[in-house]
Structures are given as C-alpha cells and as structure tokens.
C-alpha cells in the first residue's frame, strides 16, 4: 500500500490495551484499524478472565451465602439448587453484552476492526490472515503491539480444559468437581478455588511460597485471608512446590508435591486440576523476527518509557510488555501511548496501581507493602483498623478484615494501603486517590466520611497511622 494510504494507527490485538487506544485515537481524531482474532472484542479480560471470572465469584458467592450465611439474619430458606448451567450462561450474557459494546464503541469512534492473525511483514505493514478465510494487509505510519498474554503451562500436565485445566476451563466446568487441586495460590488460583468450594467442591492450593496471593500482596493481610479462606472450607499447602503430575483418566490426576525446604514428597489426587502458576507475554505468530524486535529473557516486549520498541513508530503496551498483568494497567498505558504519538507527552504512574482479589471478603492494595518498605529500608509508621469495630460491617454482620496504612513517619506522606474487607475492591479507590495526590494520613483522617459506612474504617486507620482512632 502507497503512503498516502497508511492508516495513523494499526493496532495488533483488541484485548483492553488494544481496544481502549483504538478508541482513544479515534477519538483523536486519527486513523485507525484494530486487529483481533478472537472473533470477539476485549481480550483475555473480557472474554475469559476479568468478567466471567468476577460473574461466577459474585453468582457462587450468593448461593454459598443463601446457603450458609441466612439463618442468623432472620431469612429461612427451603430448598436451595444449583443450577450450573444456568450459573454460566449468566456469565456468558455478561461477557457478550461487554464484547458486543466494546464493538459499538469502536464504530461509533470510526475505528476500522479487521477480524484476523496480524504478523508483521515488515517496519510499516501488517499481514492479516482473516478469520473468514484470505488475507489483506493494512500499512501504518504507526504500529502497536498489544497482543495480551498467555498462561504458563506446567511441564509435563497438558491442558486439556475438562480434566487439566486452566483459568478457561475454569470458568466453563460443566460439573463440580468433587476434588480439586489447584497448583499455585496465587489472583487465580485463589479467586477459582473460592468459586468452585463454594459450588461444593473439595479445593487443596498448592503454593510454592509460604504466602499466598501472588507478588505485591502484603505478608499480615496474606496470612490474615488464607485463615479467613481456610474457614470457608480451602485446603492450603503452603511451602510446598508441585514437582510433576499426570492425567490418569478423564477423571483422575494425581500430581507429586514436595515440600519447598525439603522433607517428604507426598502424592494427591483430584478430579480436576488447575494450573495457576502464572501468565506469559504472548507473541506467537506475530513475525517480530521479520522486523528484528527480540524479547526479553521473559519474553517481553523490549520498551522505552514512551512504549517504543527500537523501531520508533513501533509501540507496544499491557500484557506482553513489563509492569503488573492487569487490565486497568493495560488501559492507562493505552490512553498514554496514544497520547505520545498523538501529543508527545502521557502519563501513567507506576506506583499507584491498584490491585483486587475479588474473593470473599476481597483484598485490595496500592503501594508499597510492609515487607517491600523493609527490603527498601525505608521508615514507615501503620496504622490499622478491623472491621470488627466498623458500625456498619457489624450491622451486615460481615466484620471479617481490616484497613492497614503505612506512612512516612517524618512526612506522614501514605507510602501503602492494604485492605482485607467484603468492599475493598471498591474501597481502594480512595486509597489510590490519596496515594496519586500525594495525601498524609492525616488529610485522609481529617476527611469527613458518611456513617454508618464500610468506609470509616479507611478513615479510622488514617487516623491510627498517625495518632488514634476513635473506635478501636
Ligand atoms: P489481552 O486481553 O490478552 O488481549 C490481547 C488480544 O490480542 C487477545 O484477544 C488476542 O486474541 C489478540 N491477539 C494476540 N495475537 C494476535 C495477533 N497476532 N493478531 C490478532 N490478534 C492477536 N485483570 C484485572 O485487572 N482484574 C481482574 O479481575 C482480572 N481477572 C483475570 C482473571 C483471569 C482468569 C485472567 C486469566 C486474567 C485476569 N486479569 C484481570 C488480567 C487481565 O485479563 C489482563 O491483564 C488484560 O486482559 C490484559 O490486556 P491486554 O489487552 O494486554 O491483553
Ligand atoms: P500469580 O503469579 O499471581 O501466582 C502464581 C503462583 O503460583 C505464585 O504464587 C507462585 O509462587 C506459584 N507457583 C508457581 N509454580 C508453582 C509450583 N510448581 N507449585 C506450587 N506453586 C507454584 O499468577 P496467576 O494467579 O496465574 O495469575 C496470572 C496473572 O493474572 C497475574 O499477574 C494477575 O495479576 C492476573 N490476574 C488478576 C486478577 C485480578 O486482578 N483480580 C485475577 C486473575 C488474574
């Protein structure tokens, strides 16, 4: 294709990266084409992770609290069903209204959406192999890379999604499981085996580490939810490594652990396993040795801080490049990069990404951990707050967890924010306020929150960080 006709902005891959700067350069006013060959828009979130994953945590979570959680508040109920199939096609209304939407806004933002296998031909031009059958070719003067992530398989255990599976298969099981064995505790494994033990399923999380929750999660809320889990009927093995399994039959696995510090290797056997230890950047097919762009040791995407790869007008942002694999991550670098090309200047700040695990209650946190303020050698003063003392959770006789801060003791600048509570995930957004605002503790205490609210308890371990607080 001539010059004159190159695109301002071809994009490989419609997941959240993908599709969040095809709208916002179309809103730019720019030209632009998104390639996907899903079929469908929005990625690894929207179609098997994020989405469907918080459906079936929400929808589980109901039934397993009609079922144990009612009598005590005066509600008596009779005969409590699962209906699975119909828990899944909830699930799967969802996430087509949301991939269906994310296709009406890129069309309403004149964003051209090729559905296809894009790999690059060369500097300025990307071969798609259409899904329909065919092929075209479409030319950029600017090029971005968002092609997302894969999971990490487990040597030895091949996926097959019924049997050995991974976060797909788990979100699409046609039958409970009577034992599950999920190998690695971390976001996924702990959010799918609260899913599938609250369904009635027997669930053991095998972790590697001696905490649970994946990197970042700081190590007294980490130990704090694995009780609270462990109480809603998970089995933990923690300090203990997964060394090899095998399928048995379409029913039966059985998989060797070993205890991390050494001592006895112990076998266990499940129905179904989930493989949880991890996802991958992924660039299968994507022909970067035709254009000469390497990857890193861990197969990232080599980037600047404007999310250049060597080749200048060659971008990349989210899942395959470095930083947190989250969606909202994936998102604010895709406004940014578009930025970049589009103003020369963008923004996205680094440490002050939330992260959310949507169990019950959820965890939530933003900034540094206690541990990682130790490691630093950075002073820090917390202050915390249970909610057992917050008027609200007791009034919903939900009073499991508790808000922990850490300042600057000289400052009292807020270096971290960690809540265990069942609204953290929502609650953390002021926490990420503060933290982008640069706020003390003391702003924060001196903030007036609504009563009785969840949210008091946010205030009062504002106002534990640097003097007291009131109710506890
Ligand atoms: P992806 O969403 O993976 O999108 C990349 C897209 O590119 C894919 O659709 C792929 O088909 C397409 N593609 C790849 N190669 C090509 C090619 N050559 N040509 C055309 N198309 C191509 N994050 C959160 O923040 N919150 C959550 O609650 C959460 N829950 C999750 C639950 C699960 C079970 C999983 C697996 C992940 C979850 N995540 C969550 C992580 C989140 O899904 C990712 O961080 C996010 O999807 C990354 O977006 P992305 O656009 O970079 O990549
Ligand atoms: P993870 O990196 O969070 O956790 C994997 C865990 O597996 C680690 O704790 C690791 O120590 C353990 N592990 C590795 N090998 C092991 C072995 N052989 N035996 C026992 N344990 C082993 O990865 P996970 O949970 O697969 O999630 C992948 C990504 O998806 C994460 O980066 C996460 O950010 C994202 N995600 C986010 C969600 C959210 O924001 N709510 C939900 C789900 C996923």
Sequence with gaps: ASESEARDLVIIGGGVAGYVAAIKAGQ??????????????????????CIPSKSLLNNSHLYHQIL??????????????LNLAQLMKAKDTSVTGLTKGVE???????????KGTGSFQDEHTVKVELNDGGETSVTGKNILIATGSEVTPFPGLTIDEQTVISSTGAIAL??????????GGGIIGLEMASVWSRLGAQVTVVEYLDQIGGPGMDTEIAKSIQKILKKQGIIFKTGTKVVSGEKISSNEVKVEVDSAKGGKPETLDADV??????????????????????????????????????????RCVGDVTFGPMLAHKAEEEA???????????????????????????????????????????????????????????????????????LADPETDRILGI?????????????????????ASSEDIARTCHAHPTLAEAFKEAAMATHGKAIHY
Aim: charged share 25%.
């Design 68 to 81: 144990h959680d009612t009598k005590h508040r005066g509600i008596e109920v009779g005969d409590v069903k």
């Design 104 to 114: 009406f806004l890129l069309k309403k933002n004149g964003v051209e959406y090729i």
């Design 273 to 314: 396993v989930l493989v949880a230890i991890g996802r991958r950047p992924y660039t299968g097919g994507l022909g970067l040795e035709n254009i000469g762009l390497e990857l890193d040791d861990r197969g990232r995407v080599i980037i600047d801080s404007e999310y250049r790869t060597k080749i200048p007008h060659i």
């Design 335 to 405: 406004v940014a990069v578009v930025e970049y090309i589009k103003k020369g200047y963008g923004h996205v700040n680094y440490g002050c990404i939330p992260a959310v695990m949507y169990t019950f209650p959820e965890v939530a946190w933003v900034g540094q951990s206690e541990q990682d303020l130790k490691k630093a050698g950075i002073p820090y003063r917390v202050g915390t707050f249970p909610f057992s003392a917050n008027s609200r959770a007791k009034t919903n006789l939900d009073t499991d967890g508790m808000v922990k801060m």
């Design 174 to 183: 046609e039958k409970v499981p009577e034992k599950m064995i999920v190998i």
């Design 28 to 49: 730019e006013g720019m030209k632009v084409t998104c390639i996907e060959k899903r079929g469908t828009l929005g990625g690894t979130c929207l179609n098997v992770g």
């Design 418 to 438: 960690h809540i265990i509570g069942p609204n953290a995930g929502e609650m953390i957004a002021e926490g990420t306020l503060a933290l982008e605002y640069g």
